[in-house]
């Protein structure tokens, strides 16, 4: 039992230490930034002067949350090739924000994603709209992040029920560790603008990649880098057996003798992929991204990059999912986490303890924990910047001062309005510590994919498209994902929804709203296009120019 105590504390020491290192290093990287951040432009776009390679490394910052990072290494655990699904809908994603986003959009607009919205429309109501949509989205991830913040240091801290570190239980360990993360991210946002912010991501996704395939690396050694052995004892230990590396454990399933819910349960299925195929080219933080770089060459470079590190990391979560499953079990992980989000945590210190013991163990657990919480920083700081970028350059200048503040106030605003931001979802975090994240995420892709990618799309490629068209796909979009995730069984009517099975509003059967919400946001965006005659083809001429071409980018970019 002293064992096991020592052990506890030595790898609370280690952890504390490593992640104390990690913010020193992010602090100082942002008040390096402060005194290089000068106007709008540096705030916002980070100067619009990083690299290809650097802004793929902050693009894969962003998207390597610790969802993806102990999330789907959980869900491989327990789940096998089912878990696997998730990357790759995240993977494909990018050949979207590729093929039809990146170029145009760099092209095209200037800071935010309402600045292409509203090109050659009524500045007010599009800008309006895209704000609403750009703080529903972020406000639902960042509540995700920040609630697996707490979770997930009360559990890396080892502080479980009826237990104490430094006179806190479990519960105020997480509401201390969604402060902390809050605290942190304003300071990025707000002392280092987007160029800390960037630099900081790219620290951190060194950070993030560096453990995964240390611990990757070490799995692999442990079975001699034969994957069929590796893969072979993972189904054994899952007790699922040769089930475990096929389809239909948990998307999909079939289920005997009702195949109406079976029909269900394979739309569900597709629903997901396309919230995740299309929700990732609409999220704000990504797309804001597109406007760091000098020319829509580098920004599609950028995404080459982005791709490449986000698909060797995802290759890196099959071998800790599979490694999970293999060396800790199946058991052992529920019994720690009943999701799995400790699954990699676990892995390591088990395979360091076989290397060279408690110690090492202990050192590993510690790595993996800072690598988790370098995730989590990223990811919200990310969020924290679109957000703001958002209020102050598209409500504040352009709806409230009509585009006349200068950049000094624009980039005041954005500092108050990151302050504001954060206070407000550490507040909300706190309260919302019970929620279940998956349905905050489920929510935010599903926002992302139905109000935000088919009207920036249409207004890239539609010459009849019009302001009301916007408006109301953006708002149609939003509604109808908002409202079809509080009808789906995500919601109520099941032991693991929000309000759980006590109450049931669960009309609509899918868990993911996107096979229905996407097609309603378009629709709503043809509508309102089509019931308004308001046309401007001399505006569009030149937005198609703009994003197609490049031509007059160096305007659009305030130069």
Same mark, same amino acid.
């Given at each position: 039992?002293?064992?096991?105590?020592?052990?506890?504390?030595?790898?609370?020491?280690?952890?504390?230490?490593?992640?104390?290192?990690?913010?020193?290093?992010?602090?100082?990287?942002?008040?390096?930034?402060?005194?290089?951040?000068?106007?709008?432009?540096?705030?916002?776009?980070?100067?619009?002067?990083?690299?290809?390679?650097?802004?793929?490394?902050?693009?894969?910052?962003?998207?390597?949350?610790?969802?993806?990072?102990?999330?789907?290494?959980?869900?491989?655990?327990?789940?096998?090739?089912?878990? *696997?699904?998730?990357?790759?809908?995240?993977?494909? /994603?990018? &050949?979207? !924000? @590729? =093929?039809?986003?990146? $170029?145009?959009?760099? +092209?095209?607009?200037?800071?935010?994603?309402?600045?292409?919205?509203?090109?050659?429309?009524?500045?007010?109501?599009?800008?309006?709209?895209?704000?609403?949509?750009?703080?529903?989205?972020?406000?639902?991830?960042?509540?995700?992040?920040?609630?697996?913040?707490?979770?997930?240091?009360?559990?890396?801290?080892?502080?479980?029920?009826?237990?104490?570190?430094?006179?806190?239980?479990?519960?105020?360990?997480?509401?201390?560790?969604?402060?902390?993360?809050?605290?942190?991210?304003?300071?990025?946002?707000?002392?280092?603008?987007?160029?800390?912010?960037?630099?900081?991501?790219? *620290?951190?996704?060194?950070?993030?990649?560096?453990? /995964?395939? &240390?611990? !990757? @690396? =070490?799995?692999?050694? $442990?079975?001699?880098? +034969?994957?069929?052995?590796?893969?072979?004892?993972?189904?054994?230990?899952?007790?699922?057996?040769?089930?475990?590396?096929?389809?239909?454990?948990?998307?999909?399933?079939?289920?005997?003798?009702?195949?109406?819910?079976?029909?269900?349960?394979?739309?569900?299925?597709?629903?997901?992929?396309?919230?995740?195929?299309?929700?990732?080219?609409?999220?704000?933080?990504?797309?804001?991204?597109?406007?760091?770089?000098?020319?829509?060459?580098?920004?599609?470079?950028?995404?080459?990059?982005?791709?490449?590190?986000?698909?060797?990391?995802?290759?890196?979560?099959?071998?800790?999912? *599979?490694?999970?499953?293999?060396?800790?079990?199946?058991?052992?992980?529920? !019994?720690?986490?009943?999701?799995?989000?400790?699954?990699?945590?676990?892995?390591?210190?088990?395979?360091?303890?076989?290397?060279?013991?408690?110690?090492?163990?202990?050192?590993?657990?510690?790595?993996?924990?800072?690598?988790?919480?370098?995730?989590?920083?990223?990811?919200?700081?990310?969020?924290?910047?679109?957000s703001s970028s958002s209020l102050a350059h598209d409500l504040y200048n352009n709806v409230i001062r009509g585009g006349t503040a200068t950049d000094r106030e624009e980039v005041v605003v954005a500092k108050i309005a990151a302050i504001g931001v954060g206070v407000v979802s550490i507040v909300l975090a706190i309260f919302a510590q019970n929620l279940n994240v998956a349905f905050l995420v489920a929510l935010a892709f599903a926002i992302a994919a139905s109000a935000n990618l088919p009207t920036l799309l249409l207004s890239l490629f539609w010459r009849r498209f019009n302001t009301a068209g916007a408006v109301a796909g953006?708002?149609?979009?939003?509604?109808?994902?908002?409202?079809?995730?509080?009808?789906?069984?995500?919601?109520?009517?099941?032991?693991?929804?929000?309000?759980?099975?006590?109450?049931?509003?669960?009309?609509?059967?899918?868990?993911?709203?996107?096979?229905?919400?996407?097609?309603?946001?378009?629709?709503?965006?043809?509508?309102?296009?089509?019931?308004?005659?308001?046309?401007?083809?001399?505006?569009?001429?030149?937005?198609?120019?703009?994003?197609?071409?490049?031509?007059?980018?160096?305007?659009?970019?305030?130069?």
């Open positions: 039992m002293n064992l096991l105590a020592h052990q506890t504390e030595t790898g609370r020491t280690l952890t504390l230490v490593l992640f104390t290192l990690m913010v020193a290093a992010t602090v100082m990287i942002t008040l390096w930034a402060r005194n290089h951040t000068r106007d709008a432009t540096d705030f916002h776009s980070g100067g619009r002067g990083f690299k290809s390679w650097q802004n793929g490394f902050a693009i894969a910052s962003d998207y390597m949350s610790a969802a993806s990072f102990l999330g789907i290494a959980g869900i491989i655990a327990l789940s096998g090739y089912d878990g *696997f699904l998730y990357s790759i809908g995240f993977l494909v /994603a990018w &050949l979207v !924000a @590729l =093929l039809l986003v990146a $170029e145009s959009l760099r +092209n095209s607009g200037r800071f935010t994603m309402a600045d292409v919205l509203s090109f050659r429309m009524r500045q007010r109501p599009v800008r309006t709209a895209a704000a609403v949509s750009t703080l529903s989205v972020s406000v639902f991830y960042l509540l995700a992040q920040m609630v697996g913040a707490g979770a997930l240091i009360a559990l890396l801290l080892g502080i479980k029920e009826g237990d104490t570190f430094l006179g806190m239980d479990a519960a105020a360990a997480g509401n201390v560790g969604i402060v902390v993360v809050g605290l942190l991210m304003i300071v990025y946002v707000a002392l280092g603008g987007m160029k800390g912010t960037t630099w900081v991501q790219i *620290f951190q996704a060194v950070v993030l990649l560096g453990g /995964a395939a &240390l611990l !990757a @690396l =070490l799995v692999l050694t $442990e079975y001699g880098f +034969n994957v069929s052995n590796l893969l072979g004892d993972a189904a054994e230990a899952s007790g699922i057996d040769a089930g475990f590396l096929q389809p239909g454990q948990i998307y999909g399933v079939e289920v005997a003798g009702d195949p109406l819910q079976t029909m269900w349960n394979k739309l569900d299925l597709i629903s997901l992929g396309l919230a995740l195929v299309l929700g990732t080219a609409g999220l704000p933080h990504i797309l804001i991204r597109f406007y760091t770089v000098p020319d829509a060459k580098t920004a599609r470079k950028s995404i080459n990059w982005g791709i490449g590190i986000i698909g060797s990391f995802y290759l890196l979560t099959l071998v800790l999912g *599979f490694g999970a499953a293999a060396i800790v079990g199946a058991r052992a992980i529920t !019994a720690q986490n009943a999701a799995g989000n400790t699954a990699a945590p676990q892995l390591a210190q088990v395979v360091g303890d076989d290397i060279g013991g408690s110690t090492v163990g202990a050192v590993m657990l510690a790595v993996i924990a800072s690598a988790a919480f370098a995730a989590i920083l990223s990811t919200v700081a990310g969020l924290v910047i679109a953006i708002y149609g979009g939003l509604v109808a994902a908002i409202g079809l995730v509080v009808c789906s069984p995500v919601f109520s009517g099941s032991p693991d929804s929000l309000l759980g099975e006590g109450i049931d509003i669960a009309w609509f059967p899918l868990s993911n709203p996107g096979l229905a919400s996407i097609p309603l946001g378009l629709l709503c965006a043809v509508v309102g296009t089509m019931l308004s005659p308001e046309s401007e083809p001399g505006r569009f001429a030149t937005l198609q120019v703009r994003a197609l071409t490049g031509a007059g980018s160096e305007r659009a970019a305030g130069h």
